[in-house]
Each structure stands twice: as structure tokens, then as C-alpha cells.
């Protein structure tokens, strides 16, 4: 099945985009992974930049909360994640969501 979507470039419609006619901020991840798996990394920046960046952060805080549970069964990664660090994070990608509806340069290229 994932191949299928893969090789037909089948992709998830955004149901915020498709009730507002605004890119929200996850808009575009669907092509990005795609383009990341074939190794495609402009397109997938021009897909999601946001994404893009956030993708390696999230891959190492999984790898680190699951090697800490395989080694001492507890959970103490998340309660040494700043709360100011996901806020800011948050209000990142709020600006990035409202940045990229913006028809003009050079804000037009962050629309996937």
C-alpha cells in the first residue's frame, strides 16, 4: 500500500486548505516526506520548510525517549524539554502558517 501511494504520488488533501482556501502550517508534509524518501531535499523544502526543519528534531527526541525507555523504563526525556522551547516551536510554526498566505515576495515561496 505504501509503495502504491509512493510510486502514484497519492497525497492526503488538507482539510483545513480545502474549508478555508488557506495553506495551514502543516500543508505541503505529505510531499515533502515523499520528496525526503527519494532523497529530493530542495522539493521537499519548497513542499514544507517547516517540516523539513522540525523532521530531524522529532526523529532524535523519538530515538532518545526510546533508547531511555530501553535503558531505564522510565520517562524522563519529557520533563527535560523546556516548556518555553514548545511554545516557541508553537508559535513558529503560527507564524510560518500565517506567513506563507501571504501573496507577495518573498513570502509566496514558503506556499507549497
Known amino acids: 500500500m505504501v509503495l502504491y501511494i509512493l510510486r502514484h504520488k497519492i ?12 495553506y495551514c502550517p502543516g500543508c505541503g508534509a505529505a510531499r515533502a516526506t515523499n520528496a525526503l524518501i527519494h532523497l ?6 519548497k513542499s514544507n ?10 526523529i532524535f527526541y523519538f530515538l532518545a ?5 530501553l535503558f531505564t523504563g522510565e520517562n524522563k526525556i519529557d520533563k527535560a524539554i523546556p516548556k518555553k522551547l514548545l511554545y516557541g516551536i508553537f ?10 498566505n501571504i501573496p507577495f515576495v518573498p513570502f509566496k515561496y514558503l506556499a507549497p
Open 11 to 22: 497525497v492526503i488533501p488538507c482539510v483545513f486548505n480545502k474549508l478555508t482556501g488557506f
Open 40 to 45: 529530493k531535499i530542495l522539493k521537499a523544502f
Open 49 to 58: 520548510a517547516a517540516y523539513c526543519i522540525l523532521m530531524p528534531l522529532i
Open 65 to 69: 525517549r526510546l533508547t531511555e525507555y
Open 91 to 100: 508559535i513558529g510554526l503560527m507564524v510560518f502558517g500565517f506567513l506563507r
